[in-house]
């Protein structure tokens, strides 16, 4: 008979259990699947039997993630049973309690918001050290929401006067001069998602009255222009389409008692031919320049749906082979 490897895992009660197995066991039957072992409940907790010690390691360590999320008060998605199998593979070294250790307080009913991935912890902990950081990487890795948290936090707190949230106006496939209404309603779309993440993190009534107040200002890029931006916490989404100029233009804002995020996917550029991106242009540029933070996101750090980090893997695996291709 071959050789059985187990390790324990304790549990406070089975409400924590029935959390990390999942509706119908889902969760439970995921990493099962994953590692190839079996799950049982015993008196003092849970035992992970396999034939393999390092598979029978990592599905322990899934489940210790997970069971470190329900003791933070976070209900488990299975975004989060996906993930946490994720980090067990990669054989880090974090201890899942240190990722999980920054917690950015906002006005909504979620209280606190958390990282959820090692990438985004480190995001979190540049922005606190640097006045000045680039946030480059896929779509779904959070780069915006947690900045916009951040802001939101520091408002709260009273450490800063003012959020200002902006994007390039950029024509994405569209002319705005063929959209319908004024110049507000015409930008309107590019800023919608900025303004669902703000929705999402206060009350409605109490952010109503903070963009009546000017206290939270959510603007196109080119209302930037001529301005020094004092005592606030600013967020450039979409950096990518901005061009070089405008990037400096931003950059050159910055007043005293004030941070900027700059955020982007140095692949997803809507400029037009012969613009080059801001964004590719800055970091060449800045990188290693002091006082500045740059965080570089993976697929790893997607936290939407799994199929968006298939699709960034395919379009890698593309690009990939049109290089080596194209160097032959």
Known sequence: MQNQEALNISVQNNR??????????????????????????????????????NSVRCAARSFEFLLHLTRK???????????????????????????????????????????????????????????????IGPAGTGKTYLAMAIAVAA????????????????????????????LAAKIDPYLRPLYDALHDMMPAESLESYIDRNVVEVAPMAFMRGRTLNNSFVVLDEA??????????????????????????????????????GLVNAEKVLNGVDGIGFVYFSKEDVVRHELVQRIIEAYEKTTLEGTNGSSN
């Open 240 to 277: 990518q389409n901005a061009t070089i100029e405008q990037m400096k233009m931003f950059l050159t804002r910055l007043g005293f008692n004030s941070k900027a995020v700059i955020t982007g996917d140095v692949t997803q550029t809507d400029l037009p031919a012969g613009k080059s991106s």
């Open 155 to 182: 408002l709260k707190k009273g450490e800063l006067g003012r959020i200002i949230l902006t994007r390039p106006a950029v024509e994405a496939g569209e002319s705005l001069g063929f959209l319908p209404g004024d």
């Open 73 to 135: 008060g976070q209900k488990i998605q299975i975004g989060d049973v996906r993930y946490a199998t994720r980090l067990a593979k990669s054989n880090t070294k974090e201890n899942p309690k240190e990722i999980l250790s920054e917690s950015i307080p906002v006005f909504s009913k979620r209280g606190v918001i958390r990282p959820k991935t090692l990438g985004q912890r480190s995001y979190i902990e540049s922005i606190k050290k640097h006045d000045l950081v680039f946030g």
């Open 16 to 53: 924590e259990i029935q959390a990390v197995f999942g509706e119908a066991d889902i969760y439970l039957k995921s990493i099962e699947e994953t590692f190839n072992v079996q799950v049982q409940i015993r008196s003092d907790g849970l035992q992970v039997i396999g034939g393999d010690f």
